[in-house]
């Protein structure tokens, strides 16, 4: 099972504070231990790392960052690099559908999950939703 981990469920992850926190990490443990395809993307993880620095502190978001690339050492979790052909092909997309609000982000997450074949998406926004992922937990 292949599952993309977007910029909501990292934050959940992160942030104890939060009221989502026990459900995603329970989630992520579980979906470690299944040894699931993680996969996320560095704008994703760029746009995490700024709103945890901004909305939490920077401590928090460098904790984030060491566990990120803990993650990454230990074959859990693999990113996908955004491309020129991505971010074009995430514009088409971003254009498209101007009745939704999906970020410049989400998009190049759209065409990442379509290209990689991802089974599920990790979030707690709908966007996913919008375009036939299955979206849990």
Known sequence: MIVFVDTSAWIAIAVKSGDKHQIASAYYLDLLKKRAGLVTSNYVLSETLTRIRYNVSHAKAVELHRIIDQSVKENQLAIHWVDEGTEKEAWTIFEKYDDQHFSIV??????????VGVDEVFAFDDDFKTLGFIVKP
């Open 106 to 115: 989400d998009c190049t997450s759209l065409v990442i999950c379509k290209r």
